[in-house]
């Protein structure tokens, strides 16, 4: 039967379920773990390594491991957040040709979408594995305040994996709907979502029916464990550089192992008062002297590192709350969401804002991704069993709308509208003879055009000659269900549809994202080509420890005979030839060597029955 697999693509984890037999299990990869590190790396030899293996070697080869590319997708090379990960982060981020962002990795520019095309293919391997059928279609979520060119972004990267993104669903609706599916409850609840790199919060009205309604959403794309984990490095930094004069950001391999102290620090301080950091050898004096870095972090002074990152998250809760035009008594239940709701701080802060002890009923890790195959079934399955009837209603984050005059932005969907939805607007030539209009729409809540994110620019073209204010053009803005916004336009006199290029977009081009199919699609290849290999050489190597277990005994039985002792040397010879495919990475030549260990170890096995 056709599934839909459900993917969390995080920030720092990610996450695959999918639906069987009515109910969503979250799939665990192959050592076990039901979250898959979002991390890429590429190694000396070519080696493309994703999750845990990535992970694995990020200190050793930091330059070349991507950690939070979902940091970066959908962003503008000139954007504040992007000069702010270039200067910290320990690989490599240059400017793509259409003024987006890409990594570069041995040498080789990446597009983001591509980087995260690399975990949505681990995770899709990762169902199929468990599925035992190649799997095409995903629902895959991204946080409710994306904005729409980093859901396209999110898109791309479904493609470029070889997915069928049926829909984008937000996360923290995700999270609702895999606390609320099936359980028969009509009430009002807020999910807050502090993850890796991102925060959310969203407050929905759940129906007994299956109807999930967002009344609003906001958060802040930019904010999450990341930024925790920044705040003690610079606080280590800061201490190294008093004491001994040296800063230790100028050292990459120094600065991804206070990274990953950092982070440990702070998950530790969830549960202990005191942590001691303890970094030997951090880097040397200068003058061949190794230094060695310890600190002792506590709770407290933790929690004052980062109480205006928490206080920060307080702030937009209370926003939410207002722009749903509720009051906190109006919140029946709190589900929190992603693994920086462990932190004592950032759960007091939100029981104590709401007034209410959280929901414990959902796995902060894995509730998303089990939303999302709950919907990815529900897609499939429209005309079910009404108990396994889900509706989603969702808003638009932010404020869809246009520059006009003096640089103003004016609005033409307002935030916390239910989406699918479509505004019409009518626009006359304002010169005689005018064949084109320029329209640029922009994503945002600011009163001034060039603070919100600019979506695109699109051009009318082909319009009939005529004098001023003669010619009216209506031009439709929509926004899907994935929250994605197109544009079309149409001659009101003629009906004639009009014609609309996009440019100024950071966005990939179709040949480009086709180009970007293929080499995923030749990565595949590369796998499986691995993967056989490494299947072999284990044969290979099981093969040559029973050859030499058996090989005192045959040779005390033929060594005596020059017939004996060549088919001795001979199996010698195989090994010694297995040994060099291997090394050499030879598949060809591992294939014909097994073969010929497979009949030596045929042949020992007789001489030593016969014995
Ligand atoms: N026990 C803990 N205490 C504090 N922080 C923790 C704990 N466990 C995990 N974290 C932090 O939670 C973050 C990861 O959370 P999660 O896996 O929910 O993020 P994500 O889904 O990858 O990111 P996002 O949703 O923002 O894209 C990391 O910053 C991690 O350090
Ligand atoms: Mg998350």
Not at 44 to 49: S, T
Not at 58 to 75: P, Q
Not at 247 to 258: G, I, T, V, Y
Not at 366 to 390: H, K, T, W, Y
């Amino acid at each position: 039967m056709e599934k839909v697999i459900g993917i969390d693509l995080g920030t720092t984890n990610s996450c695959v379920a999918v639906v069987e037999n009515g109910t969503a299990v979250v799939i665990a990869n192959r050592g076990g773990y039901k979250t898959t590190p979002s991390m890429v790396a590429m190694t000396e030899a070519g080696k493309r390594l994703v999750g845990h293996l990535a992970k694995r070697q990020a200190i050793t080869n930091a330059e070349n491991t991507v950690y939070s590319a979902k940091r970066l997708i959908g962003r503008k090379w000139n954007s504040p957040q992007v000069k702010q990960v270039a200067s910290t982060a320990s690989y490599n981020i240059v400017e793509g040709p259409h003024g987006d962002v890409r990594i570069s990795l041995r040498e080789k520019a990446h597009s983001v979408p591509e980087v995260s095309a690399m975990v949505l293919a681990e995770m899709k391997l990762i169902a199929e594995e468990y599925l035992g059928h190649e799997v095409q279609k995903a629902v895959v979520t991204v946080p409710a305040y994306f904005n729409d060119n980093q859901r396209q972004a999110t898109k791309d990267a479904g493609a470029i994996a070889g997915l069928e993104v049926i829909r984008i669903i937000n996360e923290p609706t995700a999270a609702a709907l895999a606390y609320g599916f099936g359980r028969n409850i009509d009430r009002t609840v807020a999910v807050y979502d502090l993850g890796g790199g991102t925060f959310d919060v969203s407050i929905l009205e759940i129906g007994a029916t299956g109807v999930f309604k967002v009344i609003s959403t906001a958060g802040d794309t930019f904010l999450g464990g990341e930024d925790f984990d920044s705040r003690v490095i610079d606080w280590l930094v800061e201490g190294f550089r008093d004491e001994h004069g040296i800063d230790l950001r100028k050292d990459r391999m120094a600065l991804q192992r206070l990274k990953d102290a950092a982070e440990k620090a702070k998950v530790e301080l969830s549960s202990v008062r005191e942590v001691e950091i303890n970094l030997p050898f951090i880097i040397s004096s200068g003058r061949n002297e190794a230094l060695h870095l310890q600190r002792v972090l506590s709770r407290t002074d933790f929690e004052q590192l980062t109480a205006d990152l928490v206080q920060k998250t307080v702030d937009i809760m209370r926003q939410t709350l207002e722009d749903a035009g509720l009051h906190r008594e109006d919140i029946e239940d709190v589900v929190l969401v992603g693994g920086m709701t462990r932190m004592p701080l950032v759960e007091r802060s939100v029981a104590e804002f709401l007034g209410r002890e959280p929901s414990k009923g959902v796995h902060p890790d894995e509730v998303v991704a089990i939303g999302a195959a709950i919907q990815g079934s529900a897609l499939l399955d429209d005309d079910g069993p009404s108990a396994n009837r889900v509706v989603l209603l969702d808003v638009t984050p932010q404020t869809l709308g246009m520059m006009v005059a003096g640089g103003l932005m004016e609005p033409l969907i307002p935030k916390d509208t239910t989406v699918p939805t479509a505004r019409g607007k009518t626009f006359t030539t304002s010169r005689d003879n005018q064949t084109a209009v320029k329209i640029l729409v922009m994503q945002g809540e600011s009163e001034q055009a060039d603070q919100n994110e600019l979506l695109g620019e699109f051009i009318l073209t082909g319009l009939r000659r005529a004098p001023a204010g003669v010619v009216e053009i209506e031009v439709t803005f929509e926004i899907n269900a994935d929250g994605i916004v197109s544009v079309h336009a149409k001659d009101l006199e003629t009906g004639k549809e009009q014609s609309i290029t996009v440019t100024a977009t950071s966005g990939l081009t179709r040949e480009e994202i086709e180009a970007m199919i293929d080499s995923g699609k030749e990565f595949a290849v590369e796998r499986k080509r691995d993967e056989e290999f490494e299947a072999r050489k284990q044969e290979a190597e099981g093969l040559m420890h029973e050859i030499e277990r058996l090989f005192d005994k045959v040779s005390k039985v033929v060594g005596g005979s020059d017939y004996g002792r060549d088919a001795l040397d001979k199996a010698q010879g195989v090994m010694e030839r297995t040994k060099v495919a291997i090394d050499r990475h030879d598949a060809a030549a591992l294939k014909e060597q097994v073969e010929a260990l497979s009949r030596t170890f045929r042949m020992f096995k007789g001489v030593v029955a016969k014995a």
